[in-house]
């Protein structure tokens, strides 16, 4: 079991541009999640997609969006990304329609210069 | 505004002693009050929860205490060893959506 996979590891953009990021869930999750980890900081939920839908959001404003495939995968996309979009972008996934006992992925590190 | 705090920043821990890292949570509405383990380079990972209608769980080598009354959670290691070196994140489920606090950082001394 490949747990849960995110990519790319690593990323830097320019200021302005947009981001795709992407995870795959734990084999028989259902729902994904994505937080934003600053430096030194805990995990800022963005949102939640279930059966395709985003389904809660946290305040992160609409240049934050997502996506769920399905088979389950989901992307995270930034527009016009800003220098303090930089940290470490966490995407958890869980079978239990909530975000309880979540598994995380390693993240990607995304650097906006 | 919602929150989840810790009442320290950094604990240091002789190995074999027992950890307690503790937090403060602000959401009386939560349902599940979860600890994750954080180690560098890796992304959270779940150690236990407990639920909102619940004071204590045990794990392996874990416990958790909730205290309703004064919004308070901690995270009880027994016997701490090296490989429990980490950043500790509590938070609160509510719905969908999971608040982290800001993390405890434990170092385990040998």
């Known amino acids: 079991d490949a747990g849960v996979t995110q990519s790319p590891t690593h990323l830097i953009k320019t200021r302005g541009q947009q981001v795709t990021l992407r995870c795959s869930p734990k084999?028989?999750?259902?729902?994904v999640s994505w937080y934003q980890q600053a430096l030194g900081q805990g995990p800022q939920f963005i949102f939640q997609y279930y059966e395709e839908e985003e389904r809660q959001r946290g305040n992160f404003p609409d240049r934050f969006s997502g996506h769920q495939f399905p088979n389950y995968s989901s992307e995270l996309n930034v527009n016009a990304l800003l220098l303090g979009d930089s940290a470490l972008y966490l995407c958890?996934?869980?079978?239990?329609?909530?975000?309880?006992?979540?598994?995380f992925g390693q993240g990607t590190r995304l650097t906006v210069v | 505004g919602e929150s989840v705090g810790l009442h320290l920043p950094t604990l240091s821990v002789q190995e074999g002693d027992n950890s307690i890292i503790n937090c403060a949570y602000s959401n009386s509405a939560s349902d599940y009050f979860i600890w994750y383990k954080q180690e560098s380079g890796k992304g959270p990972q779940f150690i236990i929860d407990i639920r909102s209608n619940m004071d204590k769980r045990q794990g392996q080598r874990v416990t958790v205490l909730l205290n309703k009354t004064v919004k308070h959670l901690s995270l009880q290691i027994a016997a701490t060893q090296p490989g429990d070196s980490a950043v500790y994140f509590c938070a609160e489920a509510s719905g969908f959506k999971t608040i982290f606090g800001a993390g405890t950082r434990l170092f385990v001394k040998a």
């Open positions: 084999s028989g999750h259902d729902t």
């Open positions: 958890a996934s869980s079978d239990t329609g909530t975000a309880i006992r979540a598994f």
